[in-house]
């Protein structure tokens, strides 16, 4: 059986000999990797001084000083075969599955599924349906998006290149960063309240939002091997408090009370709390295959799918449920009332209120958990922004990460009295563009690649990717079909207006369904005069 932790150890080797070549890395049998160097002499020279300065070298030395200490200094560079992981394990295979749930097993979920009840007025039952529904189909786009990254060892925003164009995909990057920025905002703000409402008189929300995001920010620095090690177990306290949460708690949920509205609002509302649940599980697609560039090439894409999926929508399941059973109770309960007058976090610590001392300490747990959810955007978004220029790239990772953490903390300071409207303006309107980007990417696949493949060695050289005018078309057509179809507090599209007295937010399957229209024949004529 192979070591229990050979993505970790692949990523550290590779990182070694892309800094140190000279110095050749014993190979052990329980490790068995392979550490020759695979980038062409080009690339290297690009990546040893791409910029000629001191600057430039003074960022190799830091680069280097990490991986003295077993921190991974890879940044976005692609991870060729004979870096990877020679052969998987089970242990491999379980971490596939693992990583989702200890990332969704998390109080932001949990709050999430509070939007049901609490903001769309719907019954138990209504919520619990739309949400499930609405994580499975998310989780679809993004479990497929996680099979990319054993096949290419490329990271997906960079994969994302391949379909976009050099220019048009930076983009997307600068869009999938203000995602990644503002979930990590979010589990902060949540962590936060629910530290808080366990020490009311001895912790203010603002240091439990630093509190949880130091430590997200610390496990992301030191790259995939504790990330990976983190998040293997990880879930383990939170399913077992969140199994608690459901049995303190679900003598207080109404299963009973009907969805508020005539049926066209009704309706609208299970569109609209649908659509919110499918943004949460289809934003993790631009990051997904980050977390499997060490598997080996030949990975099954069907069982890393299969497991992705399952890690997904069962996690997403038991959080988002558990949240709404306690919303439910918001009209029934004062105590429940009170609670989420004060915050979506302090609704949690009242349920557990029953278990008195014990309760507390499960509360600390759920909110600890958050960092579990907090890691992967800190981590993805570091890489991220390498993509954004040449300069950029060669910033090592763990200084963007960094950037990132203060960006995000400073944004949870500020918005930590709003989380509600957040949530339900902020998740729903990150999911329209990527609904969008990803029917670019899947038709760029099934119509214009399915003979040819990818050239996995261009994937940063701008001369051999689409020049992207097709992608780009169609990109902005679908966000016009997403304007005109979305449905939020501070702006009701027309095709929205026609359903419920709120309307009914469509712009994930019209943008969608625009950009699907559009881009084949535009990709073609671009094909056709320009030739690439």
């Not at 499930?132 to 925003?157: E, K, N, Y």
């Not at 309760?359 to 570091?382: D, E």
């Not at 501070?490 to 881009?519: E, L």
């Amino acid at each position: 059986m192979a070591s229990d932790n050979e993505v970790a150890t692949a990523a550290v080797r590779s990182s070694k000999d892309e800094i140190t070549p000279s110095q050749p890395e014993p190979a052990t049998g329980e490790q068995n990797f392979k550490t020759e160097r695979s980038y062409s002499v080009d690339e290297t020279a690009h990546q040893r001084n791409p910029i000629g300065t001191r600057v430039g070298s003074l960022l190799r030395a830091f680069e280097k000083q990490l991986v003295e200490y077993n921190l991974e200094a890879r940044g976005i560079e692609r991870v060729a075969v004979d870096e990877r992981m020679k052969r998987l394990s089970w242990v491999s295979y379980s971490q596939a599955f693992l990583l989702w749930v200890s990332i969704n097993l998390a109080a932001n979920n949990i709050t999430l599924g509070m939007l049901g009840p609490a903001v769309y007025g719907l019954s138990f039952l209504d919520s619990a349906l739309c949400a499930a529904l609405g994580c499975l189909t998310g989780g679809v786009v993004a479990a497929w998006m996680a099979t990319w990254g054993p096949l290419s060892g490329i990271r997906t925003m960079a994969f994302g290149r391949y379909s976009m164009g050099w220019w048009p995909s930076k983009i997307i990057v600068v869009l999938n960063l203000v995602q990644m920025i503002g979930y990590c905002m979010i589990d902060c703000v949540v962590g936060g309240q629910i530290l808080s409402a366990v020490s009311p008189s001895g912790m203010s929300v603002a240091v439990g939002i630093v509190i949880i995001a130091i430590i997200g920010w610390v496990v992301a620095t030191f790259g995939i091997q504790v990330f990976h090690y983190y998040e293997r177990y990880a879930f383990l306290p939170q399913l077992i408090v969140i199994c608690i949460l459901f049995g303190v708690s679900s003598r207080k949920f109404d299963l009973s009370t009907v969805s508020e509205g005539d049926a066209r609002t009704v309706a609208g509302n299970r569109l609209s709390f649908f659509s919110i649940c499918l943004s949460a599980a289809i934003t993790y697609a631009p990051l997904a295959g980050d977390f499997f560039v060490y598997y080996p090439e030949h990975t099954s894409r069907l069982t890393i799918f299969s497991l992705t999926l399952a890690g997904l929508v069962s996690s997403f399941a038991l959080a988002i449920i558990s949240g709404i059973g306690l919303a439910s109770g918001i009209s029934t309960y004062p105590e429940y009332s009170a609670a989420y007058a004060i915050g979506q976090g302090a609704l949690i610590v009242e349920a557990f209120g029953p278990l008195h001392g014990f309760g507390k300490f499960c509360s600390v747990i759920v909110a600890l958990g958050l960092v579990a959810n907090t890691v992967p955007p800190t981590y993805s978004a570091g890489v991220d922004f390498q993509i954004l220029g040449r300069y950029a790239e060669i910033v090592p990772r763990v200084i963007w990460n960094f950037i990132v953490f203060v960006i995000y903390t400073v944004c949870a300071l500020a918005g930590r009295e709003h989380l509600s409207e957040i949530f339900t303006n902020f998740l729903a309107l990150m999911g329209y563009w990527v609904a969008i980007w990803f029917a670019i990417v899947l038709e760029d696949f099934l119509f214009f690649r399915s003979k040819s493949g990818y050239n996995w060695a261009a994937w940063r050289d701008s001369s051999k990717l689409p020049i992207g005018i097709a992608a780009f078309m169609a990109f902005v057509i679908g966000w016009v079909g997403a304007v005109l179809s979305m449905a939020q507090v501070w702006y009701i599209g027309v095709f929205a207006k026609s359903v419920g007295a709120y309307g009914a937010d469509m712009g994930n399957y019209v943008g969608f369904s625009w950009a699907c229209i559009t881009y084949p024949p535009m990709r073609y004529l671009e094909l056709r005069y320009f030739g690439r």
